[in-house]
């Protein structure tokens, strides 16, 4: 065994270029690795941090999903279905306007 392990650093010192190119990629694979099970894991595989998620309801408004703070006081202080209320407003990245619907009706 320690004849093998001998030989792979005999073959890697005669060849620097492909020893410098497999452990960048084996760092680069297992650094991807890690940041996967990192955001896997904790979007996934950890319990929401609630008593019973189990429990929980998403309501959603339309046409636009918003809210005022003074409707949610009001819906929460007719409410005797639900125990709590709380808000979240998800980040979204606008979509560019077209230059080329602007100019026509401009």
Same mark, same amino acid.
């Given at each position: 065994?320690?004849?093998?392990?001998?030989?792979?650093? =005999? #073959?890697?010192?005669?060849?620097? @270029? /492909?020893?410098?190119?497999?452990?960048?990629?084996?760092?680069? @694979?297992? @650094?991807?690795?890690?940041?996967?099970?990192?955001?896997?894991?904790?979007? *996934? *595989?950890?319990?929401?941090?609630?008593? #019973?998620?189990? =429990?929980?309801? &998403?309501?959603? /408004? $339309?046409?636009?999903?918003?809210?005022?703070?003074?409707?949610?006081?009001?819906? $929460?202080?007719?409410?005797?279905?639900?125990?709590?209320?709380? &808000?979240?407003? $998800?980040?979204?990245?606008? =979509?560019? #306007?077209?230059?080329?619907?602007?100019? =026509?009706?401009?």
């Amino acid at each position: 065994m320690f004849s093998l392990f001998r030989y792979a650093l =005999r #073959q890697l010192r005669e060849s620097p @270029g /492909f020893a410098a190119t497999a452990m960048l990629t084996l760092a680069l @694979g297992i @650094g991807a690795s890690t940041a996967i099970f990192a955001v896997l894991d904790a979007v *996934l *595989l950890e319990p929401l941090p609630f008593a #019973q998620p189990e =429990r929980l309801v &998403a309501v959603a /408004f $339309q046409p636009d999903n918003v809210v005022s703070i003074p409707t949610m006081q009001d819906y $929460q202080s007719r409410s005797t279905t639900f125990a709590s209320f709380a &808000a979240y407003r $998800q980040w979204y990245e606008p =979509r560019p #306007q077209r230059r080329e619907k602007a100019l =026509r009706h401009g």
